[in-house]
């Protein structure tokens, strides 16, 4: 057990809809990062944030965004979905980013498309 | 454009020898260096990290050797044990680990008994 906590473990909606990823860092932990794991892409880095403000930017679509709370939770939303968003969607945290921390992961959220 | 490779989908090791897993990079920017296993319906595990300043990190059974001037890293397991089957990915990241993780595209290790 990691202690970063995702939520749901699985998603399954259509084309078009709005959907709401949510994370839980481990105790302590000020950063947390999103990915994307897609058979085609592997894991891919989205967005970083750090005690509340973004920090990072990947290859986030503008159909997405993310945003951490004063509790340090985040949530991945992800909005006009598509077939190809179809997808694991992991969570990572760690404490200080200047430190060699390692990130650890979360069990990730399946998300299919219909 | 792949920044870190891992040209082996595949790895098949007996129990007691010695896997050997690869992953290139070509980044000369990277830094900091981790080794994650993850199994199926699980998050990816940290095992082990190499900072590019060093050549060779050790954690029990698990050894990361750096070769920065070939741009080439590997993890040694020693011995290999049947609960070690699992997909190994190799990261890399500028800076240190707080910063963006680049993943290679994994490696599958079956360890037989």
């Known amino acids: 057990d990691s202690g970063v906590t995702q939520t749901p473990k699985h998603l399954i909606t259509a084309t078009g809809q709005r959907v709401t990823l949510r994370c839980s860092p481990r105790?302590?932990?000020?950063?947390v990062y999103w990915y994307q794991q897609s058979l085609d892409q592997g894991l891919q880095f989205l967005i970083q944030?750090?005690?509340?403000?973004?920090?990072a930017k990947g290859n986030i679509l503008e159909r997405f965004s993310a945003q951490q709370f004063p509790d340090l939770h985040s949530e991945l939303n992800l909005s006009s979905l598509e077939l190809g968003d179809s997808a694991l969607y992991f969570c990572?945290?760690?404490?200080?980013?200047?430190?060699?921390?390692?990130?650890?992961f979360g069990d990730g959220t399946r998300l299919s498309i219909l | 454009d792949q920044q870190v490779k891992q040209n082996s989908p595949s790895l098949s090791v007996q129990e007691g020898r010695i896997s050997i897993l690869n992953c290139d990079y070509t980044?000369?920017?990277?830094?900091?260096f981790l080794w994650y296993k993850k199994y199926p319906a699980e998050g990816p595990t940290f095992l082990i990290s190499?900072?590019?300043?060093?050549d060779k990190n050790e954690d029990g059974r698990f050894t990361v050797f750096l070769n920065k001037s070939a741009k080439h890293l590997s993890l040694h397991i020693v011995p290999s044990q049947p609960g070690d089957s699992a997909v190994y990915f190799c990261?890399?990241?500028?800076?240190?680990?707080?910063?963006?993780?680049?993943f290679g595209g994994g490696t599958r290790l079956m360890v037989k008994p």
């Open positions: 990572a945290s760690s404490g200080t980013p200047e430190r060699d921390q390692p990130q650890h």
């Open positions: 990261a890399a990241s500028e800076g240190n680990a707080g910063n963006m993780l680049t």
């Open positions: 944030y750090y005690n509340g403000e973004e920090r």
């Open positions: 105790s302590g932990d000020l950063s």
């Open positions: 980044n000369s920017m990277f830094d900091y």
């Open positions: 190499i900072s590019s300043i060093k």
